[in-house]
């Protein structure tokens, strides 16, 4: 029962986010649709090779950008990755700045979130079972290392200090809001106030069900703005469309660095063993429908939630 429709395991995902629908070093990619207990991805899932893994490539918002921010089905997207066999996640994100030192065409491995999102089904633990997991350090630190390194490596021109281009951030902590609006000013100078550099619109909900389902998961969040904090001209929609178009060019070059980063270390990682004491739900309580909707999450590793024979 949902099984992976590909004959081996893909290891790898990178998720698309504005103004990343595709990517141009995946070859002689096949495209899956996957059927998961949560609903449908967002699109057919890519899968390529890619410095001797398998890769799989799904954009966010849909390959044309049809899903708003509270729109996108993000437990079908994780799901269908897990079912997969995906262990490492490369998020790619748009986001506004809340710090003046993050101006628009930085590049930001984000290390920490804060969540202020209200409508939106950000756990695969619901209604009939119940799991508490550990999310202090939300994205992998050894990722978080693996993809600062590349990106240097991949931009040391464009990035070098003192050339006055766009700057490579280490870390970083993203705002995630509900949107599909813009913030006031007054919400931008509150999200400032609670220690945010950054202020996107998917990052929590997409990283809280990553760990849920064991997947090691890194964002790049590529500033387009600088929010309506500052005096500067605030965000608009044209301004960020001009930006992200610069930012999609960087997303074809930096991916396969860290793709082969980690095709040469694919490390074990805290969040591969996040379900291992998160269960609360015994398992006799738990029913037949709450194991098979749980079965690509649980099922495998997990022999005891497994639906019953």
Same mark, same amino acid.
């Given at each position: 029962?949902?099984?992976?429709?590909?004959?081996?395991?893909?290891?790898?995902?990178?998720?698309?986010?504005?103004?990343?629908?595709?990517?141009?070093?995946?070859?002689?990619?096949?495209?899956?649709?996957?059927?998961?207990?949560?609903?449908?991805?967002?699109?057919?899932?890519?899968?390529?090779?890619?410095?001797?893994?398998?890769?799989?490539?799904?954009?966010?918002?849909?390959?044309?950008?049809?899903?708003?921010?509270?729109?996108?089905?993000?437990?079908?997207?994780?799901?269908?990755?897990?079912?997969?066999?995906?262990?490492?996640?490369?998020?790619?994100?748009?986001?506004?700045?809340?710090?003046?030192?993050?101006?628009?065409?930085?590049?930001?491995?984000?290390?920490?979130?804060?969540?202020?999102?209200?409508?939106?089904?950000?756990?695969?633990?619901?209604?009939?079972? #119940? @799991?508490? %997991?550990?999310?202090?350090?939300?994205? &992998?630190?050894?990722?978080?290392?693996? !993809?600062?390194?590349? =990106? *240097?490596?991949?931009?040391?021109?464009?990035?070098?200090?003192?050339?006055?281009?766009?700057?490579?951030?280490?870390?970083?902590?993203?705002?995630?809001?509900?949107?599909?609006?813009?913030?006031?000013?007054?919400?931008?100078?509150?999200?400032?106030?609670?220690?945010?550099?950054?202020?996107?619109?998917?990052?929590?909900?997409?990283?809280?069900?990553?760990?849920?389902?064991?997947?090691?998961?890194?964002? #790049? @969040?590529? %500033?387009?703005?600088?929010?309506?904090? &500052?005096?500067?001209?605030?965000?608009? !929609?044209?301004?960020? =469309? *001009?930006?992200?178009?610069?930012?999609?060019?960087?997303?074809?070059?930096?991916?396969?660095?860290?793709?082969?980063?980690?095709?040469?270390?694919?490390?074990?990682?805290?969040?591969?063993?996040?379900?291992?004491?998160?269960?609360?739900?015994?398992?006799?309580?738990?029913?037949?429908?709450?194991?098979?909707?749980?079965?690509?999450?649980?099922?495998?590793?997990?022999?005891?939630?497994?639906?019953?024979?």
């Amino acid at each position: 029962m949902y099984a992976s429709p590909h004959p081996e395991p893909v290891v790898i995902a990178v998720i698309g986010g504005s103004g990343v629908y595709k990517l141009d070093f995946l070859e002689g990619a096949k495209y899956y649709d996957i059927d998961t207990p949560f609903g449908t991805p967002s699109a057919p899932i890519c899968v390529a090779k890619v410095c001797n893994v398998f890769c799989a490539f799904l954009p966010r918002h849909g390959v044309h950008h049809q899903l708003n921010p509270s729109e996108v089905n993000y437990r079908a997207n994780i799901c269908a990755l897990k079912q997969l066999g995906v262990r490492y996640i490369i998020a790619i994100n748009a986001a506004g700045s809340l710090d003046a030192d993050y101006t628009p065409g930085d590049l930001v491995v984000c290390n920490q979130l804060v969540d202020r999102t209200v409508a939106r089904k950000s756990t695969f633990f619901e209604n009939g079972i #119940v @799991a508490h %997991v550990d999310f202090a350090y939300p994205m &992998s630190r050894t990722l978080n290392t693996l !993809t600062t390194a590349a =990106l *240097k490596d991949c931009f040391e021109d464009e990035a070098a200090e003192g050339t006055g281009k766009f700057k490579i951030h280490s870390s970083g902590t993203i705002v995630t809001m509900e949107g599909p609006l813009f913030s006031t000013k007054a919400e931008s100078l509150l999200n400032k106030q609670l220690g945010g550099h950054l202020i996107g619109m998917t990052t929590s909900t997409e990283a809280k069900l990553a760990r849920e389902a064991e997947i090691a998961y890194v964002t #790049v @969040a590529m %500033v387009t703005d600088m929010d309506a904090w &500052s005096d500067a001209p605030h965000v608009d !929609t044209k301004q960020v =469309l *001009k930006t992200v178009a610069a930012n999609a060019e960087k997303a074809q070059r930096y991916p396969p660095l860290i793709i082969r980063a980690l095709a040469e270390n694919l490390f074990d990682d805290p969040a591969h063993h996040a379900l291992a004491n998160a269960v609360m739900t015994e398992p006799e309580g738990i029913s037949q429908e709450v194991r098979q909707r749980l079965q690509p999450i649980l099922g495998k590793k997990y022999p005891k939630y497994a639906p019953k024979a």
